[in-house]
């Protein structure tokens, strides 16, 4: 038995329209598992689950906002309406918020970005966690960022948000370690997707391409991560190859933090 099949395991995969959470889908379903594509855009969640269906897979998609409650309890009770069980879950959607000081950063957004990407993942572990400790089994990645391991000036929600991802990885790890469940986090580095198109164009509207030459000089792998590469780790972790990976920050960035 290769222990990095996932033995047609049920993944739920949020932000799973694009960029990394596609990237995932795929790898999931590659794995042999079946998805439940979770996105605010309803189209692009029905693109990937399309795509994995004519690679021959199981996939479902469905629409939630992960910032709502009652959208993730519906995403939840539609896992198992259609699959009856979920061993594994990419809490994964997230939102950037807009570059600018902290001294001048706008309260709305500041409230969006920490209702997406930190209570969206409380909200996921909420509502998934009851039914991984009923199955007494389960693997959870969160995605937090390199930003979620040290400051981002000019990124200060995002920042934040990510730090907190890191704080619930770490505590539910310490809750249900004992009940047959891992929860692990992601921390990528700049990976080749819509987000940092968006955060270069903020950062610099009229040259966009020299924060990506500006990012890339300083990478000891002198290019950007591939959303596929970030996949692949989170389909590990979920593996049984991961069996006493718990609790654990995985930084997948071409080795920028390291210098
Ligand atoms: N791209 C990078 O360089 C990078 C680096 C570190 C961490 N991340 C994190 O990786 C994750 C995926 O980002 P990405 O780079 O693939 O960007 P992306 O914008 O391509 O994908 C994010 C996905 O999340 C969805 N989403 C946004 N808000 C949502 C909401 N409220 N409810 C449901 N879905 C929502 C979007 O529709 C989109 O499909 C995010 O958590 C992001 O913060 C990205």
Same mark, same amino acid.
């Given at each position: 038995?290769?222990?990095?099949?996932?033995? =047609?395991?049920?993944?739920?995969?949020?932000?799973?329209?694009?960029?990394?959470?596609?990237?995932?889908?795929?790898?999931?379903?590659?794995?042999?598992?079946?998805?439940?594509?979770? =996105?605010?855009?309803?189209?692009?969640?029905?693109?990937?689950?399309?795509?994995?269906?004519?690679?021959?897979?199981?996939?479902?998609?469905?629409?939630? +906002?992960?910032?709502?409650?009652? =959208?993730?309890?519906?995403?939840?009770?539609?896992?198992? +309406?259609?699959?009856?069980?979920?061993?594994?879950?990419?809490?994964?959607?997230?939102?950037?918020?807009?570059?600018?000081?902290?001294?001048?950063?706008?309260?709305?957004?500041? +409230?969006?970005?920490?209702?997406?990407?930190?209570?969206?993942?409380?909200?996921?572990?909420?509502?998934?966690?009851?039914?991984?400790?009923?199955?007494?089994?389960?693997?959870?990645?969160?995605?937090?960022?390199?930003?979620?391991?040290?400051?981002?000036?000019?990124?200060?929600?995002?920042?934040?948000?990510?730090?907190?991802?890191?704080?619930?990885?770490?505590?539910?790890?310490?809750?249900?370690?004992?009940?047959?469940?891992?929860?692990?986090?992601?921390?990528?580095?700049?990976?080749?997707?819509?987000?940092?198109?968006?955060?270069?164009?903020?950062?610099?509207?009229?040259?966009?391409?020299?924060?990506?030459?500006?990012?890339?000089?300083?990478?000891?792998?002198?290019?950007?991560? =591939?959303?596929?590469?970030?996949?692949?780790?989170?389909?590990?972790?979920?593996?049984?190859?991961?069996?006493?990976?718990?609790?654990?920050?995985?930084?997948? +960035?071409?080795?920028?933090?390291?210098?």
């Amino acid at each position: 038995m290769n222990e990095m099949e996932l033995k =047609d395991g049920v993944a739920v995969v949020t932000g799973g329209a694009g960029g990394i959470g596609g990237a995932a889908c795929l790898a999931f379903a590659k794995a042999a598992a079946r998805i439940v594509v979770v =996105d605010i855009d309803a189209e692009g969640a029905e693109r990937t689950a399309s795509e994995i269906r004519a690679m021959g897979g199981q996939a479902i998609a469905t629409r939630a +906002d992960v910032s709502q409650s009652a =959208d993730v309890q519906a995403y939840v009770k539609r896992a198992l +309406d259609t699959f009856g069980r979920i061993d594994y879950f990419f809490n994964n959607a997230g939102t950037e918020g807009r570059v600018g000081p902290l001294a001048e950063y706008d309260e709305a957004v500041w +409230d969006r970005v920490i209702g997406v990407n930190l209570k969206g993942m409380f909200l996921g572990l909420r509502h998934v966690l009851p039914v991984m400790i009923a199955q007494k089994k389960g693997a959870i990645v969160n995605t937090s960022s390199v930003a979620g391991t040290v400051g981002a000036p000019n990124l200060s929600a995002y920042s934040a948000s990510k730090h907190g991802v890191l704080g619930l990885t770490r505590s539910a790890a310490g809750e249900v370690g004992k009940l047959g469940i891992r929860v692990n986090a992601v921390c990528p580095g700049p990976i080749e997707t819509r987000m940092i198109r968006s955060l270069a164009g903020m950062s610099n509207p009229e040259d966009p391409d020299s924060v990506k030459r500006f990012n890339v000089g300083r990478n000891p792998m002198g290019r950007y991560g =591939d959303p596929a590469e970030v996949a692949r780790v989170v389909v590990f972790l979920c593996s049984d190859a991961a069996s006493y990976v718990n609790g654990a920050a995985w930084v997948i +960035d071409g080795g920028r933090a390291a210098i």
